[in-house]
C-alpha cells in the first residue's frame, strides 16, 4: 500500500471528533449548542424584528411574516455554506439561505440589523437555555448528597485539618459540606439567569442609528421596537446601554459560575479520592468494570478522577472570557469572536459532563462503616486525652500529676506508632495506670462523644436549606446520570 492509500475501513473516523459530544456531555447540553439551534433561534429572531417593525408601521405583510415563520427549522446548511463561501460572513449567508426559501420575505429579513442583532441575542438565549439545564444537574447534585447525609448523619469518622488527624465529625456532616459548595452555586445562577437580558435592536455600535432612520426620526417608536421584540424572544428587558455587542462582562460573569460550579465538584471529588485511598469511601464500581490493565486488584476511583479533569479544563476556560472583555476596544473587536465559539459551548458542555459524573458517584456512594471506626479508634485516644484528664480530675485526682502521666503515655504511645509501626495502645496504657482507675474510659471514649452538634447541623442543612431547593425545583430531582464511559 502506497502513502498516498491510507489504510482506512468503511466508517472508519478519520477526523478529531470532540470528546465532550462524543464521550461526555448530554445530549441536551449538546443540541442547546448545535448549528440547528443556534440558526433556527437566528431565524426566529429575525420573525420577532420582522413582526415588531411590522406593528409599528412598516411595509411588512402578513403574507411575508407567515412566509418566514414556515421555514424556522428547515434550514439547508449546504446552500448556507456555499453563499459562505462566497460572500465570506456568515450572517448574510444565513440571510440567503432564508431568502432562498421565503423569496416574498427575502427583501425584509434583517431589515435595519446588524449581525450581532442575531449573534447576540442568540447567545444569550443560548445562555438562558443551557444555564437553566446547569441549575438542573446542580439541584440533582445536591438532593443526592441530601439524602446520602441523612443516611450517615451520626456516623463518625476522622476530621481532618491540615490534611491531619483532627476532631471527629460524621460522614454526612462532610456530606454537607460538598453540597453546601453546590447550594452557594446554585444561587450565583440564580442570580445570573434573572440579571440576563436581550441585547435587543441596537445597530452596529448601539447608537440604533439605522432603526431611527427606518422610522423617520421618531424615538418612541424605536423605543417600542425594542421594547416589542425583547418581549417576543422571552426577555422583559434589554441591555441599558451596547456598543455593537451586549458587554462582553456578561460571558465572563457565566463563566465565573461555571469555574465556580467546577470548583464545588473537584473539591468534593478529590475528597472522595482521598477517602477512597483510605478505603473509608468508594465511587460505584460495576460489576465488569476494569480498575486496570494490569493490577487487576484494583478500584480506582476513575470517575472522581474524570470528575476533577474535566473540572480544571472549565476553570481554565475561565481566563478567556476576562481576556476577550478586557480587550474589546472602544465599541466591539471582532477577536472575540473565534475563541467565544469554543469557550462558550465548551464550558458548558464540560460543566455538564461533571455534574454527570457527579451526580452519578453521589447517588452511588458506599461506605464502608468498619474502616472508618477503626482509623478513628486508631487516633482517637489522642483526641481524648483531655476528657480523660477532666474525668480523672472531677474523681478526685491531681490535675497536673495527671497531665504529666497521660504526657508520657502519649509519647510512648506515639513512638510505638511512628517508630516501631504498631497500634496506638495508649488506651490500653491508661488502664493499666491506677492513676485512672476511677475513670471509665470506655464510656469516656465513646465516638459520639466528640462530633459535637454534627448529626443535629445534618437535620438542620436539610430542613432549612435543601429542602426549599427541593420544595422549589421539583421536576430537577433525580433524573438522568447515566454515565457513557
Same mark, same amino acid.
Given at each position: 500500500? $502506497?502513502?498516498e492509500?491510507?489504510?482506512?475501513?468503511p466508517?472508519?473516523?478519520?477526523?478529531?471528533?470532540?470528546p465532550? $459530544?462524543?464521550?461526555?456531555?448530554?445530549?441536551?447540553?449538546s443540541?442547546?449548542?448545535?448549528?440547528?439551534r443556534?440558526f433556527?433561534?437566528?431565524?426566529?429572531?429575525?420573525?420577532?424584528?420582522? +413582526?415588531?417593525e411590522?406593528?409599528?408601521?412598516?411595509?411588512?405583510?402578513?403574507?411575508q411574516?407567515?412566509?418566514? =415563520?414556515?421555514?424556522?427549522?428547515?434550514i439547508?446548511?449546504?446552500a448556507?455554506?456555499?453563499?459562505?463561501?462566497?460572500?465570506?460572513h456568515?450572517?448574510?449567508?444565513?440571510?440567503?439561505?432564508y431568502?432562498?426559501?421565503?423569496?416574498k420575505?427575502?427583501?425584509?429579513?434583517?431589515?435595519?440589523?446588524?449581525?450581532?442583532?442575531?449573534?447576540?441575542?442568540?447567545?444569550?438565549?443560548?445562555?438562558r437555555?443551557?444555564?437553566?439545564?446547569?441549575?438542573?444537574r446542580?439541584?440533582?447534585?445536591?438532593?443526592?448528597?441530601?439524602?446520602?447525609a441523612a443516611?450517615?448523619r451520626?456516623?463518625?469518622? /476522622?476530621?481532618?485539618?491540615?490534611?491531619?488527624?483532627?476532631?471527629? $465529625?460524621?460522614v454526612?456532616?462532610?456530606?454537607?459540606l460538598?453540597?453546601?459548595?453546590l447550594v452557594?452555586?446554585?444561587?450565583?445562577?440564580?442570580?445570573r439567569?434573572?440579571? %440576563?437580558?436581550?441585547r435587543?435592536?441596537?445597530?452596529?455600535?448601539?447608537?440604533?442609528a439605522?432603526?431611527l432612520?427606518l422610522?423617520d426620526?421618531?424615538?418612541?417608536?424605536?423605543r =417600542?421596537?425594542?421594547?416589542?421584540?425583547?418581549r417576543?424572544?422571552?426577555?422583559?428587558?434589554?441591555?441599558?446601554?451596547?456598543g455593537q $455587542?451586549?458587554?462582553?462582562k456578561?460571558?465572563?460573569q457565566?463563566l465565573?459560575?461555571?469555574?465556580?460550579?467546577?470548583?464545588?465538584?473537584?473539591?468534593?471529588?478529590?475528597?472522595?479520592?482521598?477517602?477512597?485511598?483510605?478505603?473509608e469511601?468508594?465511587?460505584?464500581f460495576?460489576k465488569?468494570q476494569?480498575?486496570?490493565?494490569?493490577?487487576?486488584? =484494583?478500584?480506582?476511583?476513575?470517575r472522581?478522577?474524570?470528575i476533577?479533569?474535566?473540572?480544571?479544563?472549565?476553570?481554565?476556560?475561565?481566563?478567556?472570557?476576562?481576556a476577550t472583555l478586557?480587550?474589546q476596544w472602544?465599541?466591539?473587536? %471582532?477577536?472575540?469572536s473565534?475563541?467565544?465559539r469554543?469557550?462558550?459551548?465548551?464550558?458548558?458542555?464540560?460543566?455538564d459532563?461533571?455534574?454527570?459524573?457527579?451526580?452519578n458517584?453521589?447517588?452511588?456512594?458506599?461506605?464502608?462503616?468498619k474502616?472508618?471506626?477503626?482509623? /478513628?479508634?486508631?487516633?482517637?485516644?489522642?483526641?481524648?486525652?483531655?476528657?480523660?484528664?477532666?474525668?480523672a480530675?472531677a474523681?478526685?485526682g491531681?490535675?497536673?500529676e %495527671?497531665?504529666?502521666?497521660?504526657?508520657?503515655?502519649?509519647?510512648a504511645?506515639?513512638?510505638v506508632? =511512628?517508630? +516501631?509501626?504498631?497500634q496506638?495502645?495508649?488506651?490500653?496504657?491508661l488502664?493499666?495506670?491506677?492513676?485512672f482507675?476511677a475513670?471509665?474510659?470506655?464510656?469516656?471514649?465513646?465516638?459520639?462523644?466528640?462530633?459535637?452538634?454534627?448529626?443535629?447541623?445534618v437535620?438542620?442543612?436539610?430542613a432549612?436549606?435543601?429542602d426549599?431547593?427541593?420544595?422549589?425545583?421539583?421536576?430537577?430531582?433525580?433524573?438522568?446520570?447515566?454515565v457513557?464511559?
Amino acid at each position: 500500500m $502506497t502513502a498516498e492509500q491510507p489504510n482506512t475501513m468503511p466508517n472508519q473516523p478519520t477526523e478529531y471528533e470532540n470528546p465532550l $459530544t462524543a464521550r461526555y456531555a448530554s445530549k441536551q447540553m449538546s443540541e442547546i449548542w448545535s448549528p440547528q439551534r443556534k440558526f433556527s433561534t437566528w431565524r426566529r429572531l429575525w420573525i420577532a424584528l420582522a +413582526e415588531a417593525e411590522s406593528e409599528l408601521g412598516l411595509p411588512i405583510t402578513p403574507e411575508q411574516i407567515a412566509e418566514l =415563520k414556515a421555514h424556522v427549522d428547515d434550514i439547508d446548511f449546504d446552500a448556507a455554506g456555499r453563499h459562505e463561501r462566497r460572500l465570506r460572513h456568515d450572517v448574510m449567508a444565513h440571510v440567503h439561505a432564508y431568502g432562498d426559501v421565503c423569496p416574498k420575505a427575502a427583501g425584509i429579513i434583517h431589515l435595519g440589523a446588524t449581525s450581532c442583532f442575531v449573534g447576540d441575542n442568540t447567545d444569550v438565549i443560548l445562555l438562558r437555555d443551557a444555564l437553566t439545564y446547569i441549575r438542573r444537574r446542580v439541584v440533582a447534585v445536591i438532593d443526592c448528597l441530601a439524602r446520602f447525609a441523612a443516611e450517615y448523619r451520626d456516623l463518625p469518622c /476522622l476530621g481532618f485539618t491540615h490534611m491531619q488527624p483532627a476532631q471527629p $465529625t460524621t460522614v454526612g456532616k462532610r456530606a454537607c459540606l460538598w453540597a453546601y459548595d453546590l447550594v452557594l452555586d446554585l444561587a450565583e445562577i440564580e442570580h445570573r439567569l434573572q440579571s %440576563l437580558k436581550a441585547r435587543g435592536p441596537k445597530g452596529t455600535t448601539g447608537t440604533q442609528a439605522s432603526f431611527l432612520s427606518l422610522f423617520d426620526g421618531d424615538h418612541e417608536k424605536v423605543r =417600542k421596537l425594542e421594547e416589542l421584540v425583547c418581549r417576543k424572544i422571552g426577555f422583559d428587558e434589554s441591555y441599558a446601554v451596547t456598543g455593537q $455587542t451586549y458587554p462582553r462582562k456578561i460571558d465572563s460573569q457565566v463563566l465565573g459560575v461555571l469555574s465556580g460550579v467546577a470548583q464545588s465538584a473537584h473539591k468534593a471529588a478529590t475528597d472522595l479520592r482521598l477517602l477512597a485511598h483510605r478505603k473509608e469511601m468508594e465511587e460505584p464500581f460495576e460489576k465488569e468494570q476494569i480498575g486496570s490493565s494490569a493490577m487487576a486488584y =484494583k478500584r480506582n476511583p476513575m470517575r472522581s478522577e474524570r470528575i476533577c479533569s474535566l473540572a480544571r479544563f472549565v476553570m481554565s476556560l475561565e481566563s478567556s472570557p476576562a481576556a476577550t472583555l478586557s480587550t474589546q476596544w472602544m465599541e466591539r473587536t %471582532l477577536d472575540d469572536s473565534a475563541n467565544r465559539r469554543l469557550v462558550l459551548p465548551q464550558s458548558f458542555l464540560a460543566t455538564d459532563a461533571v455534574l454527570i459524573l457527579y451526580q452519578n458517584v453521589a447517588d452511588g456512594l458506599v461506605v464502608y462503616p468498619k474502616v472508618i471506626a477503626a482509623h /478513628l479508634s486508631a487516633e482517637l485516644p489522642f483526641m481524648a486525652t483531655e476528657n480523660i484528664l477532666m474525668a480523672a480530675v472531677a474523681a478526685g485526682g491531681d490535675r497536673q500529676e %495527671l497531665h504529666e502521666r497521660i504526657r508520657r503515655h502519649s509519647q510512648a504511645a506515639a513512638a510505638v506508632v =511512628k517508630q +516501631e509501626g504498631g497500634q496506638n495502645d495508649l488506651l490500653e496504657r491508661l488502664h493499666k495506670d491506677v492513676a485512672f482507675d476511677a475513670v471509665d474510659l470506655d464510656a469516656v471514649m465513646a465516638p459520639a462523644k466528640f462530633i459535637g452538634r454534627a448529626p443535629e447541623q445534618v437535620d438542620e442543612f436539610i430542613a432549612e436549606v435543601v429542602d426549599p431547593i427541593r420544595q422549589k425545583y421539583p421536576d430537577d430531582l433525580g433524573g438522568d446520570a447515566e454515565v457513557n464511559v
